[in-house]
């Protein structure tokens, strides 16, 4: 079994270990760098799915061309895609949100979703998202670390380490992997 991350970020590929990990000791999780074919700052909530989209069917077709997996494999392809949104009706407002979207594509191309992640950001964060700033490396420049996002985090910064971006992911990934395993449970009952 294989799980196929969209992403050579270490945040993204330890979340889906840790989730992978229970169920499937043996399994190997591979990370590979794909385009998300959305901004860098995903402004809208279905922005955000459609770049975690993007980037599962990204890297599906990546690996199935580099020879690492093929449609007789076992395996999952995942896309993990965060962004912000308006909430409400008003894409006019100076409030954000964060969400985080993941999506799952197996060896049949069935498609499996989670969201979550969903908070307020700080003022000040909005605020240099609104100018036009990318969260990461806007955050990471008002804290001097350029490394932020693949590190701890916003969600590290704003809970003051109570938990962080891998942790956060990993939820989300857990929610979707387990929809693609009940599912799966289900086909072979």
């Given at each position: 079994?294989?799980?196929?991350?969209?992403?050579?970020?270490?945040?993204k590929?330890?979340?889906?270990?840790?989730?992978?990990?229970?169920?499937?000791p043996?399994?190997?999780?591979?990370?590979?760098?794909v385009?998300s074919?959305?901004?860098?700052?995903?402004?809208?909530d279905?922005?955000?799915?459609?770049?975690?989209?993007?980037?599962?069917?990204?890297v599906r077709?990546?690996?199935?061309?580099?020879?690492?997996?093929?449609?007789?494999?076992?395996?999952?392809?995942?896309?993990?895609?965060?962004g912000?949104?308006?909430?409400?009706?008003?894409?006019?407002?100076?409030?954000?949100?964060?969400?985080?979207?993941?999506?799952?594509?197996?060896?049949?191309?069935?498609?499996?979703?989670?969201?979550?992640?969903?908070?307020?950001?700080?003022?000040?964060?909005a605020?240099?998202?609104?100018?036009?700033?990318?969260?990461?490396?806007?955050l990471?420049?008002?804290?001097?670390d350029?490394?932020?996002?693949?590190?701890?985090?916003?969600?590290?910064?704003?809970?003051?380490?109570?938990?962080?971006?891998?942790?956060?992911?990993?939820?989300?990934?857990?929610?979707?992997?387990?929809l693609?395993?009940?599912?799966?449970?289900?086909?072979?009952?």
């Open positions: 079994m294989k799980f196929i991350v969209a992403s050579t970020n270490p945040v590929i330890n979340a889906v270990s840790l989730v992978v990990k229970e169920k499937f043996q399994a190997a999780v591979l990370g590979f760098a385009d074919g959305v901004s860098a700052q995903p402004r809208s279905e922005e955000t799915k459609l770049g975690s989209l993007n980037r599962a069917k990204a077709d990546l690996a199935i061309a580099e020879k690492v997996i093929n449609t007789q494999d076992e395996f999952l392809c995942l896309g993990l895609e965060g912000v949104f308006c909430p409400g009706s008003s894409q006019n407002s100076q409030e954000l949100w964060s969400t985080v979207w993941v999506t799952a594509i197996d060896q049949y191309g069935l498609e499996y979703y989670s969201n979550g992640g969903r908070f307020p950001l700080p003022e000040f964060l605020k240099m998202i609104l100018s036009g700033r990318e969260m990461g490396p806007a990471g420049d008002y804290l001097n350029p490394d932020l996002r693949k590190k701890q985090g916003m969600i590290g910064v704003v809970t003051r380490g109570f938990t962080d971006r891998t942790m956060e992911y990993a939820s989300i990934a857990r929610l979707c992997i387990g693609w395993y009940g599912q799966l449970s289900q086909t072979s009952a």
